[in-house]
């Protein structure tokens, strides 16, 4: 069996997440894969979240494996997604394999379209809680 990799949350991003999930308006899979993400979270204190670490509004710098693409990421809530403009929605398959990956992880997915990607976290570019923002 393969181990899966916990990923660290804070307690507010739960807290936010478990309100998406449960809004009358979401799509009912969206509480299966919170459930699914906090089955391998721990959850911490805002401001214990280690600075490497993708938390929701961070943006981060990352490459596939190949190093030919580089793209910058900034993992939001269902209604700030814009994919466009690099805004994540946390509950797509990459904002899922996103949220509480570390700087030099590598994060695997799978597209809706079904291509696997694998992308490596090159650098956290903003993090709500290294800058001391904790509302964000």
């Given at each position: ?23 009358p ?26 600075a ?24 939001v ?56 923002n904790?509302?964000?």
């Amino acid at each position: 069996m393969k181990k899966t990799k916990t990923c660290y949350l804070t307690e507010l991003d739960v807290a936010r997440l478990e309100k998406h999930a449960a809004h009358p308006a979401a799509d009912a899979r969206l509480a299966d894969m919170l459930d699914t993400l906090l089955m391998r979270a721990a959850i911490v204190p805002p401001q214990d979240i280690p600075a490497n670490v993708v938390t929701m509004n961070t943006q981060a710098a990352l490459a596939d494996e190949t190093g030919n693409e580089q793209m910058t990421w900034t993992v939001v809530y269902p209604p700030d997604a814009n994919f466009g403009e690099g805004r994540l929605n946390v509950f797509s398959p990459a904002g899922l394999a996103l949220l509480g990956a570390k700087r030099g992880e590598t994060i695997r997915f799978t597209t809706p379209g079904g291509e696997v990607r694998s992308l490596k976290v090159e650098r956290i570019l903003f993090q709500p809680e290294a800058a001391d923002n904790f509302t964000l």
